[in-house]
């Protein structure tokens, strides 16, 4: 599976992003899509998931702000990334997860007055 994202760039704080993640390969219907983000000097950590039933889950610094959706047809994930903040900046990965993992190239979100 490879994973193409596209999407980041830079924004004032209180803007907006889209992020999208195209999967291409051996797709199965059964899988979950997301995205993590890596701030410098700091671990990856996980920002939003969707599964292939719909199912969401965030992390609570994002939740409300963030809003992860999926187009299985296309086989695209996309993330709405409304009211930015700083702490929001970070290389913003996406992954596609089937038994085994994979990630794509990351794009980078940088908020910034």
């Known amino acids: 599976v490879q994973l193409q994202a596209s999407g980041g760039g830079v924004v004032q704080p209180g803007g907006s992003l889209r992020l999208s993640c195209v999967a291409s390969g051996r797709i199965v219907s059964s899988n979950t899509m997301g995205w993590y983000r890596q701030a410098p000097g700091k671990q990856r950590e996980l920002v939003a998931i969707?599964?292939?039933?719909?199912?969401?889950t965030y992390v609570d610094s994002v939740a409300g702000r963030f809003t992860i959706s999926r187009d299985s047809a296309k086989n695209t994930a996309y993330l709405q990334m409304n009211s930015l903040k700083s702490e929001d900046t970070a290389v913003y990965y996406c992954?596609?997860?089937?038994?085994?993992?994979?990630w794509g190239q990351g794009t980078q979100v940088t908020v910034s007055s």
């Open positions: 992954r596609y997860a089937a038994g085994t993992v994979y």
């Open positions: 969707i599964s292939s039933t719909g199912r969401t």
